[in-house]
């Protein structure tokens, strides 16, 4: 099959495929007999977590964590909150102008606007990086440090959490502390001990425009404070709003219910809206300049307790105070302006024209759609949005690209997973005269170039995380097609684990193309496949043993036998190291954790510590 037919027509058989123009009768109302829904019984090699598991990969060299230059972007973000801290803590912890104000308040009020100045910090950080455009944009134009920092760009999701992690952080502090603070304002308002705090806080009815406390009533409670005045109001607007979004974003909701999480996650509005009003009403005061000039707060203070009626009024004025300036707005109003800018884009990249030209329906309820749309540039292992309007219009579902740039079009591998997945699944099965119109937004994430730059290269799919590599084995058959002198890869190993002997239809015609051209060009021994199945049921495994000897494999129909079970990671590894003892050998995964953990333990034990011997470097993705 495919044969040297080029990539773009290897269409998995037994697909069904629909080209445009051609879908009125193509497809039958239900799938296929041979779809291969659930006929592999599982045996007890079975692993559940196999083939559903999403293709969504990107690099992430040596397992999740930054790399060097990450360390520093996150030591410098560090290092900017705890000085942020620090130095608004021993402000207004020291300040003269807020002398009288720690008079009633104490330290809180140093916690509170310590907090609130790391609050607005982060959350002036936190949309930049979920401006994917614009990262996509900085990653095509930084030339300098090109590859390590299109890689740090590519953390831009952990660097969001730990950004959030921080504000939920900050303002847990600043709530406290203000809770802290109306509880002080409200017992320095009913003091009635002539101690300063009762004093201060007795000033409004003198001068009602520089008064210090807020609470200016006897009768008035800390919960009135709270949800009658706007700090109040908006504070605990904006804390459940952020509540609701940590704990929306945990692992569990977006596994399972995502899009709960994707539409609390946009309460973010609120909570910026909430951000810029708090501040507004300026009920946190200080003493102003021109009354410091006049009222020493440390010799004044003396006669505000002690002196009150005889002297105040000779030897010291009463103290004036006025608001701190709301200022959050300044923090955030460039990054908000950029995130409105940003979906403005993501509008106007959907509303460009898409075309299907292919649709093609693979076993195992996979659908593959091939589409073209102007000035579209691709590099292998990057991914797109997808949006489908006749099912959402807002719901936008990331996918792997499985062309290779050499392509004319791109293409996706859709398996079906939830809600979405199914219905467009089903919507391309259905007889209508028209495509569905899509709608596509990318592509995004760092290229899987570094897969070339390794001279031996093991490459890990998992039943869909195979979609990267379906890009990259396709983009080698580009490059040994044109004689690329430049590829520095002399040899791969591919490892692919499914769950059902469908689903390697997927890329069945992919890999016997390969095969016949390697052998072609002299070299056979370039690309080394392993396809596991890791469930099946007794039928399978009978017709496997009666063709043992047949040349080609009963379930793939390939030159290489399947392999019933899991892959023993260390008789893998230790062939590698065998056959390329002084190589650097770069281990790409693209599944779910567990797996990750194996590799990740395998390329540590088979690595050699003398530097001239074969080494493993691990490349993990990032769900
Ligand atoms: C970078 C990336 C590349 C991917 N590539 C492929 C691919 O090539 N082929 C493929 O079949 N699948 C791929 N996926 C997974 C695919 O996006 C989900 O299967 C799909 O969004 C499921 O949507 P649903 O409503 O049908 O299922 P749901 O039941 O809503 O979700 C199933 C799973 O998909 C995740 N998910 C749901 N919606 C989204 C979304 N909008 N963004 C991110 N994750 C989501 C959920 O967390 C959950 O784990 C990729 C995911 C990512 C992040």
């Known amino acids: 099959m495919g044969g040297l037919l080029p990539p773009e027509t290897w269409l998995g058989a037994p697909g069904l495929m629909l080209q445009s123009g051609q879908l009125a009768g193509c497809l039958p109302a239900h799938p296929a007999p041979w779809v291969a829904e659930g006929h592999a019984r599982p045996l007890s090699l079975h692993a559940p977590w196999l083939g559903d598991t999403p293709g969504q990969c ?145 000033m409004h009815l003198q001068n009602s425009n520089k008064w210090l406390n807020p609470i200016h009533s006897n009768q008035t409670t800390v919960e009135y404070v709270a949800f009658t005045t706007i700090p109040g109001l908006t504070g605990v607007i904006i804390t459940l709003a952020l509540i609701l979004m940590v704990t929306s974003s945990t692992e569990f909701i977006r596994r399972n219910y995502f899009e709960v999480f994707w539409y609390t996650h946009h309460l973010f509005i609120i909570y910026f809206a909430g951000l810029v009003i708090h501040g507004i009403a300026g009920l946190v005061r200080g003493q102003t300049e021109d009354s410091m000039e006049e009222v020493h707060p440390q010799r004044c203070a003396e006669y505000l307790v002690h002196n009150h009626k005889e002297c105040r009024h000779e030897c010291c004025k009463n103290p004036e105070f006025s608001s701190i300036p709301a200022e959050s707005w300044k923090w955030v109003l460039a990054p908000v302006l950029l995130y409105i800018f940003e979906r403005i884009l993501r509008v106007w990249r959907a509303r460009q024209k898409v075309v299907v030209t292919k649709a093609v329906m693979h076993p195992a309820r996979v659908l593959e759609l091939q589409m073209q749309k102007k000035g579209f540039r691709m590099e292998v292992g990057q991914y797109i949005f997808v949006n489908c309007p006749a099912i959402s219009l807002l719901e936008w579902h990331p996918f792997t690209l499985t062309s290779a740039p050499e392509e004319e079009s791109f293409s996706i591998h859709i398996r079906a997973a939830g809600d979405w997945t199914e219905r467009i699944i089903d919507t391309f099965q259905q007889q209508k005269p028209e495509m569905p119109r899509i709608e596509v937004d990318g592509p995004f994430g760092t290229a899987s170039e570094d897969v070339f730059q390794y001279e031996v290269a093991m490459l890990v799919g998992a039943g869909i995380g195979v979609t990267p590599f379906a890009s990259i084995l396709k983009s080698i058959w580009y490059k040994f097609q044109q004689a690329d002198q430049t590829l520095k890869t002399k040899k791969i190993y591919f490892y692919w684990l499914c769950r059902d002997t469908g689903a390697f239809a997927w890329f069945n015609d992919l890999l016997a193309s390969l095969e016949q051209k390697m052998a072609e060009s002299g070299k056979a021994d370039f690309l080394t496949y392993r396809l596991f199945l890791t469930g099946w049921d007794s039928s399978i495994a009978n017709n496997a043993a009666v063709h043992h000897d047949t040349a080609t494999d009963t379930v793939t ?38 797996l990750a953990k194996d590799l990740q333990k395998s390329c540590h034990q088979h690595s050699s510590l003398d530097p001239r011997k074969v080494k493993f470097y691990f490349n993990k993705e990032n769900f």
């Open 58 to 202: 990107q690099w992430r060299p040596n397992g999740s964590r930054p790399g060097f230059l990450g360390d520093c972007c996150q030591a410098a973000w560090l290092g900017i909150n705890i000085f942020l801290f620090t130095y608004y803590f021993l402000f207004f912890d020291q300040d003269e102008r807020y002398f009288y104000t720690r008079a009633i308040l104490g330290s809180a009020l140093a916690w509170a606007r310590a907090s609130a100045k790391c609050l607005n910090f982060n959350s002036m950080l936190i949309l930049l990086p979920v401006c994917r455009n614009l990262l996509s944009f900085l990653r095509g134009t930084c030339s300098c440090c090109r590859r390590t920092l299109r890689k740090q760009l590519d953390h831009n999701l952990t660097f969001h959490k730990l950004v959030a992690y921080a504000l939920a952080l900050f303002t847990a502090v600043h709530t406290i502390a203000h809770l802290f603070n109306l509880e002080r304002y409200n017992d320095s308002q009913q003091a009635t001990d002539g101690s300063l705090a009762a004093v201060l806080s007795k």
């Open 557 to 594: 129909g390939l030159r290489h036998k399947t392999i019933f079970g899991r892959p023993m990671w260390n008789t893998e590894f230790s062939a590698v190291a065998t056959a390329h003892p002084r190589s650097v050998v770069g281990v790409f995964l693209c599944g779910p954790g567990a």
